[in-house]
């Protein structure tokens, strides 16, 4: 996105930045909408323990693999104009790195095991530690397709591979296969996309093997780009892990369950706008104000959807639970209501730790990250020790609400240096949420006021609150945050061009 100003045509890298972005979002929409429909196919085929041992195996895969070998991708994105000449460096060093991290998380398995009373925990951190490896088949080839801005091949072959892994999933979940309906596709499809990404973008030419020049600067950027992810990733996994410490197997499950539903909206939006725009703010390094003004515009708009479309499944979720899941689900409403009314701040995050990386400051990104977990893992503890008998609900309202304070914080990290930096970050935030807490409020007062209690009432909610909500949003959008309305108005008619 170019960045010059809200009413700029978009053009060269903007246009790319565009047309990857709406790639890479069908691609995610396509997935979520078949993952959608996959995961309420095991809700009825698994139970919550099954859930419970994937979690927990995802979990120490996760804490356990402190230097992953998507981080580097990162530092090779960030070496924009030479990251092809220090790849072979950098795979050998990745090698290194996950072999030590794959032997970890084996040793993990028995000691996992014992500590949550799930004898299961042994062979699916043993089937875990198989990802960081097939994450490093994947390193190589997606970093040239995102350095060649090549969003349309890679969201293809994503969205083919995801969708094979939904069907496998609910395929093996039918045969009884328990928890490895959840973490074997997954695996066995990342393989998949790394050789097909291989075969679409091979090297251009031969490089050297090993650099020892270039060895030191590069496991220096990785381990402070791998360091801040794990944190990220911790903060991630973390919840499972607490609420299992005080709670059973089974709250677990329904922590992981509302999770999934709830984090649908900014992975489609933020995550895969994150992945275009790095490359795309990498190139512009030498321009600051331009990568700044980038930054703002691209979170200013994916605000505007990712806002009152979060709010609203805060609002929503719990009819839907109740309605279309077997009942041994329905502890799961409050938790999944508050993990919404966290994801509506989380829209920046993603952009942000993009725009970091590709200004190399991976210090910042690094010690951003560090401060969250500490405080965040204090306050889960805290909240799950003083919340007796509701230690799940309070432990995901911590790890749902933060986000209120840490998004905004990332953002003006990012713009640190320009003027009106802190009023800038306040401003995308409290933009998009009282144009949606205009519309919601009184769609959800005429609902509450024209129809009874009870069933009726769920299903006019999630039926009729989110049209209205939408009319009355576009209504207010157009005068609160004028700008984005007319970017959005921009980005749909270039949809529908497409699409003609």
């Known amino acids: 996105m170019s960045g010059d100003g809200p009413d700029r045509a978009v053009s060269g890298m903007g246009q790319s930045a565009l047309h990857g972005g709406i790639w890479s979002m069908s691609q995610v929409i396509a997935n979520k909408v078949l993952a959608l429909l996959g995961t309420l196919a095991l ?10 041992v994937a979690s927990y195996s995802m979990s120490v895969q996760a804490f356990l693999t402190v230097l992953a070998p998507v981080t580097l991708a990162d530092v090779l994105i960030a070496r924009a104009r030479d990251g092809e000449r220090v790849m072979g460096t950098a795979i ?25 009373g799930q004898s299961a925990l042994v062979a699916a951190c043993g089937v875990a530690a198989l990802r960081p490896a097939v994450e490093l088949l994947l390193l190589a080839p997606t970093v040239r397709m995102r350095l060649r801005l090549r969003f349309r ?32 596709p997954q695996i066995v499809f990342t393989a998949l996309r790394a050789w097909i990404c291989h075969r679409i ?15 030191r600067p590069l496991m220096r950027d990785y381990g402070l780009a791998g360091f801040g992810q794990y ?12 609420i299992g410490a005080f709670d059973s ?3 677990v499950g329904l922590f992981s369950m509302a999770f999934t539903l709830t984090t649908a909206i900014n992975v489609v939006l933020a995550f895969s706008m994150g992945q275009v725009l790095q490359p795309i703010f990498a190139q512009m390094v030498n321009e600051p104000s331009r990568q700044r003004a ?18 609203t499944l805060a609002v929503i979720v719990g009819p839907a639970i109740r309605l279309l899941l077997p009942e041994r689900w329905d502890g799961s409403v409050t938790m999944a209501c508050l993990l919404s009314i966290g994801q509506a701040f989380y829209f920046a995050v993603n952009p942000a730790m993009s725009l970091l990386k590709a200004q190399g400051r991976f210090k910042t990104y690094v010690v951003w990250q560090s401060v969250l977990l500490v405080v965040v893992a204090g306050a889960m503890v ?44 306040v401003a995308l935030f409290a933009r998009p949420l009282v144009a949606a807490g205009v519309a919601l409020g009184p769609a959800a007062l005429a609902l509450h006021a024209l129809v009874e209690p009870g069933m009726p009432r769920d299903i006019w909610r999630i039926i009729a609150l989110p049209a209205l909500a939408t009319v009355l949003y576009v209504l207010a959008l157009r005068i609160i945050d004028a700008p984005a309305f007319r970017e959005l108005g921009q980005i749909a008619s270039l949809i529908r061009l497409r699409m003609r």
């Open 231 to 242: 944190v990220h990733g911790g903060l991630i996994m973390l919840p499972p892990l607490v």
């Open 201 to 215: 973008a091979p090297p251009e030419r031969d490089f050297p093997t090993w650099i020892p020049d270039e060895a």
């Open 249 to 251: 197997a089974e709250d």
């Open 43 to 52: 809700m009825y085929l698994l139970t919550p323990v099954d859930y419970a």
């Open 382 to 425: 805290a909240a799950g020790m003083l919340a007796e008998g509701e230690a799940a609900t309070a432990i995901s309202a911590v790890a749902g609400l933060y986000t209120i304070v840490w998004a905004p914080v990332g953002v003006w990290l990012c713009l640190t240096g320009e003027r009106g930096s802190i009023a800038q970050s």
């Open 92 to 116: 050998r060093l990745c090698i290194a790195v996950t072999a030590i991290t794959s032997v970890l998380v084996v040793a993990a398995g028995p000691l996992v095991a014992r500590e949550y």
């Open 294 to 311: 980038a930054f703002v515009r691209a979170c200013s708009t994916i605000a505007a959807v990712a806002m009152p479309l979060c709010l």
């Open 153 to 184: 091949e890679l969201a293809v072959v994503d969205g083919v591979t995801q969708a094979m892994a939904t069907a496998t999933a609910v395929r093996r979940a039918l045969a009884g296969a328990g928890w490895t309906s959840i973490i074997v």
